[in-house]
């Protein structure tokens, strides 16, 4: 179990950060947010989780939260670890550790897991309800973009219609033109006949 504590311990000391962080941000300097800044499901997640990971846990022996065991979540969000906590905590109790991490009941994991299907399980979840929500609104943008394609050609149709009506009307008038340019005034009538 030792060489499974030292794994996960190094993949901490990579320091693991909310990945959706840079998705949140705000740039105050050049007033820019990322795509899912102030959205219900990034604040969703950064809460759910965030209760996940700080709450206390009972019934699980002596330990009650990851703190105990040097896990703890710093100001800015990032998972951090504390070795010499979780060393410690696993040498005076390796069954409780084990026990706090993995019970199948009420174990840490099963309620992490538990709120990650909350939030983005296939189904009933946080993201699956949002994206079918825009996955209904997609299709009723697209439902409407094709009615509007479909009155543009029809005002499109109309509007050549009445230009060709237009262009045979001025094509008359200039035949017209043309025939009354080219009549010859009649000489006045004098009553003389010869």
């Not at 950064?46 to 709450?55: I, P, S």
């Not at 992490?112 to 189904?123: F, H, M, P, R, T």
């Not at 479909?150 to 009445?162: C, F, S, W």
């Given at each position: ?126 993201i699956a309800s949002s994206s079918g929500a825009l996955q209904d609104t997609i ?44 009549l010859q005034p009649l000489a006045p009538y004098t009553g003389v006949g010869g």
């Amino acid at each position: 179990m030792s060489s499974t504590v030292g794994r996960d311990a190094a993949m901490l000391d990579q320091g693991l950060e909310p990945r959706e962080a840079v998705l949140t941000a705000f740039d105050d300097k050049a007033l820019t947010t990322g795509l899912l800044f102030g959205t219900n499901e990034a604040l969703q997640v950064d809460t759910r989780l965030g209760r996940a990971l700080t709450d206390r846990y009972a019934g699980l022996g002596n330990l009650q939260s990851l703190e105990q065991i040097g896990l703890s979540l710093s100001e800015d969000g990032k998972l951090e670890l504390n070795k010499t906590k979780l060393k410690s905590a696993f040498e005076a109790d390796p069954a409780g550790v084990q026990n706090f991490l993995s019970n199948a009941q009420s174990g840490v994991a099963v309620k992490i897991s538990k709120v990650v299907d909350g939030l983005a399980g296939y189904e009933n979840s946080l993201i699956a309800s949002s994206s079918g929500a825009l996955q209904d609104t997609i299709e009723t943008d697209e439902t409407r973009l094709d009615q509007f394609e479909t009155q543009l050609k029809a005002q499109e149709e109309r509007l050549l219609a009445q230009f060709y009506q237009l262009e045979t009307i001025i094509a008359k008038l200039k035949q017209s033109q043309s025939a009354l340019d080219g009549l010859q005034p009649l000489a006045p009538y004098t009553g003389v006949g010869g």
